[in-house]
């Protein structure tokens, strides 16, 4: 700080009459910290003569801090297709010319932690040095979904040629695909009705999400030529024993008496030429086009019939392998090994123990 003090003082008399004055002027020059500070200025004429005057200045902080953020980031969704906001109170370059670094006051908004969705977010850090000066800077940070589906084909398949013809028309289920974010399409090639020649054939599914990620899976669809077994296969279903250990009695006669499905039931399944462990089961909702499946004969299910439900096939463990529940009865049917289709059978449910 540089101040500039002024002082006059008399001198030998040189016109008699006149007392002469003389002027003197000085700088004062010098740094102080911040605060309240009293100066007191004294000058003196060599002679034994003095006088002092006294003032105070203050000094303040007026500057805010510096700032610097770090660059825009990009973080991968988690399986909930969210990620948490990354702390970057660690990460700004902040300085201040009178606060040390240490010392300084950041935060941030949004705050750390905070789980968000997909997109762009911006976050702001504000630094606060001890006058209450404030800086911030802003940067972004991108929830991106870097995850691909998962897929699941259904089992090889196999079928028989059409009579007369090297090739046969094969519908085949509809691969089951999830994903940590919404939206996922499934293409399949060939795609399910196609005619399949001869010999085995490689399906491939893909599975695509929203963020164009994607997985695949495969499967086999082989058609045999005669000799062949042309006899498609029995299915049926038995009411069977729940996990309380009740046994499921015969269903009644009775249409009062309950029969839509809705209980335990064991799937079974005979063919002339295959053993019963080779025919894949399948249980198809009377009310919509969902398949649940495939079983193997002897397996126990869960069947019951909501109809504002959304059709679904759940798996369970112990005995019960699967809780389904249809919109409508349950239809049951086997494939053979030949890819004859068993006609379907309707599992009907008992009446409740008396």
Known sequence: ???????TDVKTETIPGTPPQTSASVTLTALFQLGTHNITVTVSDGQGGAANCSFTFTVVDTTPPSV?????????????CQAPVPDLTTKVIASDI???TANLVITQAPAAGILVSLGTHTITVQVTDASGNKGSCATT????????????????????NDPGQCSVAV?????????????????????????????TTTVTC????????SATCTFTVTVTAPPRDAEPPVAGCTPTTNPSGNNEPNAGNNPKSGQNPDGFYQLLATDNFDPSSAIRMY??????????????SGD????????????NSKPMTGEIIAHIQFKGDALVYGVDSSGNVSTPHNCLVAPKPK
């Open 1 to 7: 700080m540089t101040w500039n003090a002024n002082g």
């Open 68 to 80: 610097g953020c770090p660059l825009p980031t990009t973080m991968s969704a988690d399986s909930q």
């Open 98 to 100: 009178c606060t040390p």
């Open 141 to 160: 940070f991108t929830v991106a979904d870097t995850t691909p589906p998962q897929i699941m084909c259904p089992a090889d398949i196999v079928a028989a």
């Open 171 to 199: 519908n085949y289920p509809s691969p089951v695909a999830t994903d940590n974010c919404s939206g996922v399409s499934i293409a399949c090639n060939p795609p399910s009705g196609s005619f399949f020649p001869v010999g």
């Open 206 to 213: 893909t599975a695509t999400d929203a963020a164009s990620n």
């Open 283 to 296: 249980i198809k909702d009377s009310a919509s086009d969902f398949v649940a499946g495939p079983f193997k």
């Open 300 to 311: 126990k299910v869960k069947i019951t019939q909501a109809p504002g439900v959304k059709p």
